[in-house]
């Protein structure tokens, strides 16, 4: 089946350590995104890539970081830089121009 | 940023009620999308309407745009107990084709059985 899978769905973290979450999809889509969510709050952008070996910058960008050396995944790491990492880490995928996001099922992250 | 309000935050109907949630945004759009939530999980697309287009429907959904408004309705039909979710909108802003979303801030719809 087609999909988009996330790995790990619960991580905890000591602050001081970076971590990184995996985000593997098979529907063969050019473009790939991760957004962070918050209890009870929308979607926010953290990086995005049209493109194998590109990506930009969203909206909350500072603290994290990833790699596009497939086309088939999207690593994002999370570094000791962020200040407030807990959160609901949700990656999505597109075909150029369509629009649609198809989403994984999210990797939670607790900082203890 | 955040481009979409939505309203109401929290929405409790009987199962068989309509339900309705808007969602108002700022810029100009290529086009407005729907997903649902259920708790804990990843985001389902629903639905998408085009700048050019005024209304549209999926089975028991049918969304509506006014680009004059800037503003959008979500209204579900015949509810049941299985739409208890969180209802967000997102924008595709202006002539971007990088599918980047904006998303709102949600509608947690309750349907009580």
């Known amino acids: 089946d087609g999909g988009i899978t996330q790995s790990p769905k619960y991580l905890f973290r000591k602050e001081g350590q970076n971590v990184t979450l995996s985000c593997e999809q098979n529907?063969?889509?050019?473009?790939m995104y991760w957004y962070r969510q918050d209890p009870g709050q929308g979607l926010r952008l953290i990086y995005y890539?049209?493109?194998?070996?590109?990506?930009q910058k969203g909206d909350i960008a500072e603290g994290y970081s990833v790699s596009r050396e497939k086309k088939e995944s999207f690593p994002l790491t999370v570094t000791s830089a962020q200040k407030n990492p807990t959160a609901f880490y949700l990656c999505?995928?597109?075909?150029?121009?369509?629009?649609?996001?198809?989403f994984g099922e999210g990797s939670r992250l607790t900082v203890l | 940023s955040q481009q979409g309000e939505e309203d109401p935050q929290a929405l409790s109907i009987q199962e068989g009620e309509n339900a309705t949630m808007n969602c108002s945004y700022k810029?100009?759009?290529?086009?407005l999308q729907w997903y649902r939530q259920n708790s804990g999980r990843g985001l389902v697309h629903l639905i998408l309407?085009?700048?050019?287009?005024r209304e549209k429907h999926s089975g028991r959904l049918r969304v509506t745009l006014d680009t004059s408004k800037k503003s959008s309705s979500l209204l579900i039909t015949a509810s049941r107990a299985a739409d208890t979710a969180s209802y967000f909108c997102?924008?595709?802003?202006?002539?971007?084709?990088?599918?980047?979303?904006?998303f709102g801030q949600g509608t947690t719809l309750q349907v009580k059985p």
């Open positions: 999505a995928s597109s075909t150029q121009g369509t629009g649609e996001l198809f």
């Open positions: 997102a924008t595709a802003e202006g002539s971007s084709n990088t599918g980047k979303l904006i």
């Open positions: 529907l063969n889509h050019d473009a």
């Open positions: 890539s049209q493109i194998v070996n590109d990506f």
């Open positions: 810029t100009s759009i290529n086009n």
């Open positions: 309407i085009r700048s050019n287009e």
